[in-house]
């Protein structure tokens, strides 16, 4: 009986644990999906999976890694792999709080249409590249990146001077 207490209770820190974090951290996941996501329909269905792998993860939470570096290892990972897999796989969804899917994308920028241009040149995009960016644009180090994504911080360098040089061209 005293084993099923303990086990109680450590799902329910491990609940408001996953809580906190998500609404602490969800931002990322919005931006990773409307990254990799051009509709609205996918871009929740990207979302659902990345908070289920965040709760199947979260035992596995090195501490020694920032949250946000944890978090967006696990969105991109799931993003990558999400069309990758057969699209008759029944996905299983662990139902989420509505205050949880609850974000403005809008409070990202002032000015709409500049962007959905963004979006629209990171959708265009190769999947590391944009790992890269969208981390780069959240403030991460270069080194945190280079982990996150296993390439050299020197790869991340060049990556981030490619893809500010291709983001001149499309905008000039």
Known sequence: MQQAVKKSEMNTSKHALYLEIIEKHKGIVFKVTRAY???FFDQEDLAQEIFAQVWRSLDTY???FKVTTWMYRVALNVAISFYRKDKTIAYAHTEMED????YDMEQESENEQDLRELYGFINR???IDKAVLLMYLDGEEQSEIAANLSISVSNVSTKISRIKQK???SVG
């Open 62 to 64: 090195n501490v020694a």
């Open 99 to 102: 205050r949880l899917l609850s």
């Open 167 to 169: 983001l001149k061209q």
């Open 125 to 127: 995009l190769n999947d």
């Open 37 to 39: 996501c051009k509709n």
